[in-house]
């Protein structure tokens, strides 16, 4: 495997590794932008889970910074270590995926066919086909 799939790994972490960057930099006590953003997908989130299940998770909103900010230090450091060619960078890239994907792509919460249901069906699938491809990755002998 030579620079043709090193340059894969980079362009296929870039999203990871900007996304996580900019989550670490713009963090403060509040959180950041992003959690303003977040709160209400994770309710939503939450409020599903409990509708479900009949259990409500023991999650505050005043801890969605600290997962904001274990996001991002997620996906910058499965970004860099997917890149160098490491297996558990492409595993901590899923593990990050299947929260973020059910929280943030919420597209069953928006009516269809309006502009937010389309918008995060395509977010949702994009990050399936992220997911698939990080599995096709782990599944590769090296």
Known sequence: MGLGAFAGRLLLASLFL???????????QHGSPIVAYMTPKMNSALDRVQQLTGVRLPMHENTYPVLVLGAGCLELL????FSLGLKLGAFMLLVFLIPTTIVMHNFWDFESGTPGYQIEFI????????FGAFLMYLSTPR
């Open 18 to 28: 900007l996304s996580g960057a900019m989550k670490i930099a713009t963090h403060d």
């Open 78 to 81: 499965g970004g860099i270590l």
């Open 123 to 130: 977010n949702f699938e994009k990050n399936l086909c992220l």
